[in-house]
């Protein structure tokens, strides 16, 4: 009996120490790292390749897609930004198309530094994104 009271005890032991001991970790991990957040599904798999910080902001966008996309907004943090998208030759792109299989330069007129959230849109389908760490 005593050997059927602790075999069966023993999981559910081991199994409350677990959700303890995971409880802590999350808990001690979200303090120092802040929350865990999943990404946003892109509609188009635009790529961010690099971001350049000054009183104009710069985003070098890659369009691997066989069809040109159009970015209808930008946000910054939580407030939509003007924006400007250009070739890499610097001149500006017509109706703000990212050309099929190239790169295009996005010009926002704000400083982006310090922003820890970026999205772009097309149509209110998010079609890149660059997050920060906290």
């Known amino acids: 009996m005593a050997k059927a009271l602790s075999s069966t005890l023993t999981p559910l032991i081991i199994l409350t ?5 995971s409880t802590i970790l999350y808990s001690s991990f979200t303090q120092t790292f802040g929350s865990i957040t999943s990404s ?9 390749l690099q971001t350049v910080n000054g009183s104009t902001s710069q985003i070098i966008l890659y ?3 066989t069809f040109p996309v159009k970015l209808t907004d930008v946000i910054v943090g939580n407030t939509s930004k ?12 017509r109706e703000n198309l990212i050309p099929a299989n190239s ?3 996005l010009e926002i007129s704000t400083p ?10 097309s149509y209110e389908k998010i079609i890149a994104y660059y997050s920060k760490g906290p």
Do not use: D, R, S, V
């Open 63 to 65: 369009n691997p897609n």
């Open 103 to 105: 790169m295009a330069i």
């Open 82 to 93: 003007p924006f400007k998208i250009k070739y890499a030759n610097l001149t500006e792109c």
């Open 40 to 48: 946003p599904e892109t509609a188009y798999n635009i790529e961010i």
């Open 17 to 21: 120490m677990t959700i303890i001991t």
């Open 112 to 121: 982006i530094e310090g922003q820890k959230t970026i999205y772009l849109k």
